[in-house]
């Protein structure tokens, strides 16, 4: 990281003179720089107030941000009433389902692109607006490691639609109707219909996907404002929120409330209780490992595993519960939730309001009558939505959705059904011959950070067809790979050390039998050692690489699951400790 801004640092550079570009004169390179930008039409007065730079992602590819145009009038107006100046910049922007070969394969890209721009161009503070999945991991990844005063604004969620009557939302019933549609309980006609539904709005998806989950941790994280995380992307909520940000980026500029300052040990432990107790995505889990990583924390998943089980599920939102965002909006959102876990946090972390979560809490009042947020004593499940798992199958940890899981799957032993990576998937799945059965259990390789690359969300592999149609809803699926978080089912997933670099998911074969059990924490291989290194000697694993170009700088570099798929060289170059504590 570079060095810490302090608020009695008085000799530092400030707006325009910030980062001057080398001509062997400064008084000249700042002369220059005033040159080009009144050519914009900006007046001295204008010239000399603090530079709040706005993270511009929107991209007619990316309708999650669909609402960037009125967001960023939104931010520069409170900019402007607070005394700031505003300037606005793009970078990468990435959408889950536009992104090949995954969205996760650009992540590192967009915060490496996040990270230079801030460090490259003058600015006392940074706005970033972001969303989908990845953008908002990618922005807080670059920022921490670029450590000037930041706050995080999300684009919002979508509406909801409604199908026959029936309300639906991405992608959590996406993936419902597409399941009837594999099991032949709905037509094509259908089909076509709810997908004109689903969608009813620019904005992320309506349920606890990862969007949702990344809006939730940012503000538990305390980088963005107090209810910033679940005003609709439509909403006059969202459009004054973003107003406020502008403004407050301002006031950090002034404090120089540095990043480091918010990113600490208590801040990422108030992000996985709150985790944990939405019943947030899996992936949540692997973008706080990237963020803490770039300053220099290391996540404990055991430990996170012991935390998970005093943190009881809570909020009733897809794919965990029922309702949605809007819903969890009109519940009173996050302080609703916090004022529950407040016995569970970190009060003392700092926010970038400049007091504390504590403080934050306490400032939103005893809130109200409600149903979308469960009180401790009448959870949605009874621990955190997500659970650890090890065993000779992984070695490095694997991870289990508990929360959206099938409650008669949950200690299993089965037959396994090997697919070698997601062209075999694709192309024996529905085959009228595989041989599998509901009591089997399905493995996926080659899905991992370098094998497929990019660590897609394949691991929510389909119910066979010859399964789904006798009405089969769940089976125990296995991989190295994520799935999104608005997926469901019995679903083990990040198993680390990948297949690809020579990890023991590589090994399995057809019917070897494992064993699953949730409640003791274990997902086991029924093969012997002895067997194993057998089948490791006759092949043995060479992990991949490529000739050139951004492929090679991923393949060589990036780091498993339990690291956050960061690349290595990213990561903060000094350890400051391990979280949870």
Sequence with gaps: MSKPNRPDDKAEATGLKKGLTSYGDNEFSLFLRKAFIKGAGYSDAALTRPVIGIANTGSAYNPCHGNMPQLLEAVKRGIMLAGGLPLDFPTISIHESFAYPTSMYLRNLMSMDTEEMIRAQPMDAIVLIGGCDKTVPAQLMGAASANIPTIQLVTGSMLTGSHRSERVGACTDCRRYWGKFRAEEIDSKEVADVNNQLVASV????????????????????MSLPGAATPPAVTSDRMRIAELTGAQAVQMAHDRLTIDRILTPDAFENAMRVLLAIGGSTNGIVHLA???????????????DRMGRDTPVLLDLKPSGQHYMEDFHKAGGMATLLRELKPLLR??????????LGEEIELAGPGFAQSVVRSADDPIYPQGGIAVLQGNLAPGGAIIKQSSADAS??????????????????????????????DDILVLKNIGPKGAPGMPEAGYIPIPRKL???????????SDGRMSGTAFG????HVTPESAIGGPLAYVENGDRIRLSVSKREIALLVSEAELAQRRAAAP??????????????LDTVTQADQGVDFDFLRATQTRGTIPR
Excluded: W
């Design 203 to 222: 904005g992320t998806c309506s349920v606890m996907g990862t969007a949702s989950t990344m809006a939730c941790l940012t503000e538990a994280l305390g």
């Design 290 to 304: 990237a963020i803490a990583g770039r300053v220099g924390l290391n996540i404990d998943l055991q430990s996170l």
């Design 347 to 356: 009060l003392d972390a700092m926010t970038v309001t400049g007091r504390t």
């Design 409 to 438: 799957l949950m200690e299993h032993e089965g037959r396994a059904v090997v697919f070698e990576n997601a062209a075999d998937l694709a192309q024996r799945i529905d085959a009228d011959d595989l041989d599998v059965k509901a």
């Design 468 to 478: 789904a149609v006798q009405g089969v809803k769940d089976i125990v699926r296995i």
């Design 490 to 493: 019995t679903i083990v997933l």
């Design 541 to 554: 694993m060479v992990a991949p690489t490529a000739e050139r170009g951004y492929q090679k700088l991923f």
